[in-house]
């Protein structure tokens, strides 16, 4: 059984850093990307990084790129979310997520099938 684990969630002041982990166990499978999602009440789930194994690229959405970093540690089995320069509208609910068949359409949350029971970021002002 697949199972995400985050951690590392908290508050922080505008322009402070954060990481996350997402702890990966159960897998059955070799290639999947593992994504990083965040939802604020009332607004649809949004993609914001990704990382694809075992080759590695990534992608970020243009909201976070150069500023939030994904990477994968193969030895902890964990995916870490690197968030610096942070801004309030960068609060919210972080979830990590696994896509076991690497879907293109990458920022659409419908295609990922397994699921963090999520961490909170609060950016203040």
């Known amino acids: 059984e697949v199972q995400l684990v985050e951690s590392g969630g908290g508050l922080v002041q505008a322009g402070g850093s954060l990481s996350l982990s997402c702890a990966a166990s159960?897998?059955?499978?070799?290639?999947?990307?593992i994504a990083w999602f965040r939802q604020v009440p009332g607004k649809e789930r949004e993609g914001v990084a990704c990382i694809s194994r075992p080759d590695g690229r990534t992608w970020y959405a243009d909201s976070v790129k150069g500023r939030f970093t994904i990477s994968d540690d193969n030895a902890k089995s964990t995916v870490n979310l690197q968030m610096n320069n942070l801004k309030p509208e960068d609060t919210a609910v972080y979830y990590c997520?696994?896509?076991?068949?690497?879907?293109?359409?990458?920022?659409?949350?419908?295609?990922?099938?397994?699921w963090g029971q999520g961490t909170q970021v609060t950016v203040s002002s």
């Open positions: 997520a696994v896509d076991p068949t690497r879907n293109d359409n990458r920022w659409f949350h419908p295609v990922y099938d397994y």
């Open positions: 159960g897998f059955t499978f070799d290639d999947y990307a």
